[in-house]
Nanobody, 113 residues
């Protein structure tokens, strides 16, 4: 069982920045961030696998950067040039070496115009 603890959400003005963190209780194969806006389905934001292969949603490319510190079992999502449409609950995701998926509790990100 892997537990994920997220931090770093909040309220920011458009054009601002936030950094989300997700600490896993153990080593995992991949980590990622998803988001869900009111009335919409949860969508992929970014993932990072192993030593550093990354994948981003087209809507965040060039603005968001995912990274991980394997020694701390922690992933980070640096979000720059935030837009009101980035407003959502952001969920940390991790996949264990045994291919089990885990989710964090979610952290609210609100971008005001």
């Amino acid at each position: 069982q892997v537990r994920l603890v997220e931090s770093g959400g909040g309220l920011v003005q458009a054009g601002g920045s936030l950094r989300l963190s997700c600490a896993a209780s153990g080593s995992v194969f991949s980590m990622g961030w998803y988001r869900q806006a009111p009335g919409k389905q949860r969508e992929l934001v970014a993932t990072i696998i192993g030593a550093g292969t990354t994948n981003y949603a087209d809507s965040v490319k060039g603005r968001f950067t995912i990274s991980r510190d394997n020694a701390k079992n922690t992933s980070y999502l640096q979000m720059n040039s935030l837009k009101p449409e980035d407003t959502a609950v952001y969920y940390c995701n991790a996949v264990s070496w045994g291919s089990t998926a885990y989710w964090g509790q979610g952290t609210q990100v609100t971008v005001s115009s």
